[in-house]
């Protein structure tokens, strides 16, 4: 009987660790609204970036100039190429992400290159935000290290990642996970579209400004430039609701 026990909830247990771990691996895209809730002076300041508006770079007549010389039609309506729309969007064609067709209502939030395309897609962690935000008010901190096992992107590798399957997924461009579709707008274009992640990372076109954090994440895996960041941080409104 005790054996059978022992078996049943070792049964269920592996049940449980395949299922999570299925999970962690496919953690859906919330859209900006739910992120911004908490972090209102990142929303705040994100919107005035460049990938706020980067759907707007699809429509017919936008941007005629840069389109002509990546030998784009720039009377062209691309809002429904599947070519384009994967690095103008949040989490295209994936759970909770970007889908052509998608209505008005849901579109609005994932119609941008938005919070999750550079911190990961948020289905799960932002759980775990909200009950390390309540730790805190206890006392106790939380390690980043269990933040990764949620799909976020904490470690230099994994944002430099992310900026990359955009910026640098192109033939020859030194970054080795590039496949297609790729951009159209390279270094052999214009000398200016080459990537610089230091640079890049730290420009308010592209960026949001950055805002002080009490500490509720602890320890490695850190961003290297985290606590440059934060020395420099702007007071901002709290993170929790
Ligand atoms: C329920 C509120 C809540 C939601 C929703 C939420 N967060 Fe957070 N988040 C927090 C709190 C609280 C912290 C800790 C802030 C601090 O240390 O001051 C945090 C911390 C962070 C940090 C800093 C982590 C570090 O290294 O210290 C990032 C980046 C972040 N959140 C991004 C996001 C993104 C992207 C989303 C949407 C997918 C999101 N958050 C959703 C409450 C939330
Ligand atoms: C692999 C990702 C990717 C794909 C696919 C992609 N883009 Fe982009 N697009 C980018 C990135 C990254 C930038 C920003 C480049 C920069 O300014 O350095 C960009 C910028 C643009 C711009 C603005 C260029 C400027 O100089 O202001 C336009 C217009 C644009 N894309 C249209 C398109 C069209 C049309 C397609 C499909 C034919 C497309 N993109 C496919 C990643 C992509
Ligand atoms: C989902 C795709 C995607 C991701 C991920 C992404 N970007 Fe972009 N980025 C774009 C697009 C598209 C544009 C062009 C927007 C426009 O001009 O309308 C752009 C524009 C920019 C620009 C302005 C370009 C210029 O010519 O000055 C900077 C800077 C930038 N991104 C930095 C970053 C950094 C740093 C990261 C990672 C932390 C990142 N991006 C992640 C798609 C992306
Ligand atoms: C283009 C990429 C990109 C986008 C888009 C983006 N972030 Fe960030 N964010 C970063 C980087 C890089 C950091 C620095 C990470 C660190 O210091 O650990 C950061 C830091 C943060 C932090 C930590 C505190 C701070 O201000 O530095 C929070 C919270 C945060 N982002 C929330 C958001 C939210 C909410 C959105 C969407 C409304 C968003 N981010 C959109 C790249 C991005």
Redesign the pocket.
């Known amino acids: 009987m005790k054996k059978y026990v022992l078996m049943v909830s070792f049964f269920v247990l592996s049940l449980f660790l395949i299922v999570s771990m299925g999970n962690a691996k496919q953690a859906g895209y919330a859209g ?1 609204k739910k ?2 809730g908490c ?1 209102k ?3 705040k300041s ?1 919107k005035d ?1 460049v ?1 706020k508006k980067s759907f707007t770079d699809l429509k017919a007549g936008k941007k005629v100039e840069a389109k002509k010389k990546a030998k784009l039609d720039p009377q062209k309506d691309y809002t429904k190429d599947e070519k384009c729309v994967g690095c103008h969007v949040t989490g295209f064609n994936k759970r909770g992400g970007y889908k052509i067709g998608l209505k008005k209502s849901k579109a609005k939030y994932v119609k941008s ?3 999750e ?3 990961g897609a948020g289905g799960l962690y932002r759980k775990e935000h909200r009950n390390a935000g309540g730790r805190h008010k206890k006392g106790k901190t939380t390690p980043r290290a269990k933040l990764v096992k949620l799909g976020m992107n ?1 470690s230099t590798e994994a ?1 430099e990642n ?2 990359y399957s955009c910026h640098m997924n192109y033939e020859g461009s030194g970054w080795d996970g590039a496949k297609e579709p790729y951009t159209p707008f390279t270094p052999k274009v214009d000398a200016k579209y080459k990537f610089d992640f230091d640079k890049a ?1 730290k420009t308010e076109k ?6 002080k ?1 009490k500490g509720v994440f602890t320890g490695e895996p ?2 290297k ?2 606590d440059e ?2 020395k420099n ?1 702007e007071e ?1 409104e709290s ?1 929790e609701e």
């Not at 592209?206 to 805002?211: N, Q, R």
């Open positions: 900006y992120c911004g972090h002076s990142q929303k994100w970036t990938h290159v938005g919070c395309m550079c911190h904490v944002i992310a900026c990372v592209g960026m949001h400004k950055h805002f954090l850190k961003f430039y985290h960041f934060q941080a901002g993170a």
